[in-house]
């Protein structure tokens, strides 16, 4: 069985290589065309927490399963998170056939898919990002934006601010753009478009706070105790999600808003609809991307990785 190390994805692999695969990853969800079941999840003592996600694609003749275990106070430590190992199998057989490390796989594809969005919905001439979160899931969204927008400016914003301060350090080396650290309400009422990639357990800021025509990619708040977005922001959007069921049952900011798996359900689309039939028009006012992730998409994105290092 092949063994792909972090190493090899960072360096070969950009974010901007995976986005024709995840707008494919993405159509295939919402057409039904990849087996996702819903995922499995335990928390366990101490903010301990695991994760279990198997996808199969017969297109591909491919299956996937990744395992992640989640401990926050591993940021404390200097250390990731989030970690763990996704598996690729033989779609027919079971076999295995390539391990790769799950955290790199998800940094990536989650950043792409989000780039794929922000396409679809930001403002043609959106230049300017609010970023939430400072850790890496944050600077992958900087460099898939600027894969989508003529970015200039960024304001990155997070609980520890000398984190934010060495990330805004690194764009601006990095990429050669303006970018500081927050919190600034100027500057975020500016924002064209704005990231949230946080564990926040509540609104990050007002909906008065945010341009009325920005596109939000709303990365965090995958568990119903978490939250990320003001309520009457969400409600006054529409609402695109990389995975309607998932999103609908899982998506702490959206339940908090329409106070059921069912209500949420009935405001959402699935972004792959947009991928296969485009809207003649970006909606008036703000645009939500929800994600919280899905197996699929790491099938798909672990597929296009072994086959770009194999090249």
């Not at 989508?148 to 301060?165: F, M, N, Q, W």
């Not at 999600?241 to 949420?264: H, W, Y």
Request: aromatic share 4%; hydrophobic share 50%.
């Amino acid at each position: 069985m092949r063994t792909v190390s972090p190493e090899d994805i960072t360096a070969r692999i950009d974010i901007a290589a995976l986005l024709p695969v995840m707008r494919d990853a993405l159509r295939a969800e919402a057409e039904g065309r990849v087996e996702v079941p819903l995922r499995a999840g335990w928390s366990l003592k101490n903010d301990f927490g695991m994760l279990a996600m198997p996808a199969r694609s017969e297109e591909l003749k491919l299956a996937a399963f990744k395992f992640l275990t989640l401990v926050d106070g591993n940021r404390a430590l200097g250390i990731p998170g989030v970690m763990g190992e996704l598996t690729v199998l033989n779609a027919v057989t079971g076999a295995p056939i390539a391990r790769l490390p799950a955290e790199e796989v998800t940094l990536l594809r989650t950043a792409a898919c989000s780039a794929v969005a922000t396409d679809l919905l930001a403002l043609p001439d959106a230049d300017s990002v609010a970023l939430f979160g400072s850790g890496p899931q944050a600077a992958h969204h900087v460099e898939a934006m600027l894969a989508v927008r003529p970015i200039k400016r960024v304001l990155v914003t997070g609980r520890d601010h000398e984190r934010a301060e060495k990330l805004a350090g690194e764009v601006r080396h990095r990429f050669g753009i303006e970018a500081v650290a927050g919190p600034d309400p100027a500057r975020l009422r500016d924002a064209a478009i704005v990231c949230t990639v946080t564990n926040a357990r509540e609104a990050l800021f007002e909906a008065e706070d945010v341009h009325p025509q920005a596109h939000i990619n709303a990365i965090g708040a995958y568990r119903p105790d978490m939250c990320e977005l003001p309520a009457p922001l969400v409600r006054d959007a529409a609402i695109f999600a990389d995975s309607k069921i998932p999103v609908a049952r899982e998506a702490g900011d959206l339940l908090a808003a329409f106070g059921s798996p069912e209500a949420v359900a009935a405001h959402l689309r699935a972004i792959g609809e947009l991928i296969a039939t485009p809207l003649p028009k970006r909606p008036t006012g703000r645009t939500i991307y929800k994600a919280v992730g899905n197996a699929g998409q790491d099938l798909y994105a672990a597929a296009a990785i072994l086959q770009l290092l194999s090249d």
